[in-house]
């Protein structure tokens, strides 16, 4: 017999409902499109971060996209992309993407909980600490690449370098 023989009973609680108490005891604004869906706007420390939720009940997955207010024109998305592969291997958790036909980047980040395991109100707020940490971390890049012109690397030893102290 193997673990998928088990069968479990219906999940507790919905990973979503838990979304949306962190959003509400921390005054974000939100809406809640579905049972499986809602989205968040999120003060990071460069703007307004728009993260969507999704349960997904096909693979037992919540599902996180973060995106920033940054459209990348056609001229440089082939630097973008290059951005967004140096800027993932420094990831230890999701990764950021272009969604090409809006010309967005945004972080990507799924909690599997198959088999039944219950998401926690910390898993979630975790989850959507480290979309927002990795979109601080990488957002000027992406504006270095967008707006400056400048390469990927350029872009990426800037966002790379952390300053000590106060001057």
């Not at 609680?13 to 979304?19: Q, W």
């Not at 990795?134 to 800037?158: L, P, T």
Request: with cysteine.
């Amino acid at each position: 017999m193997s673990l998928i023989d088990f069968e479990t009973t219906g999940r507790q609680v919905n990973p979503v409902d838990l979304v949306e108490n962190l959003a509400a005891l921390n005054d974000w604004s939100f809406d809640r499109s579905a049972d499986d869906e809602i989205t968040l706007s999120v003060t990071g420390r460069w703007g307004d971060y728009h993260a969507s939720f999704t349960w997904m009940d096909d693979i037992e997955s919540l599902h996180l996209a973060c995106a920033f207010d940054l459209k990348v024109p056609d001229r440089r998305r082939g630097e973008v992309k290059e951005l967004i592969q140096l800027a993932n291997e420094q990831l230890w958790l999701g990764h950021f993407d272009l969604w090409p036909q809006e010309g967005v980047v945004m972080f990507r980040h799924g909690l599997l909980l198959a088999g039944g395991a219950e998401a926690s109100g910390r898993q979630c707020e975790a989850q959507l600490d480290a979309a927002i940490e990795a979109c601080d971390r990488y957002y000027q890049a992406f504006q270095f690449v967008v707006w400056a012109g400048k390469s990927a690397r350029e872009a990426m030893d800037s966002a790379l370098f952390e300053t000590v102290g106060e001057a």
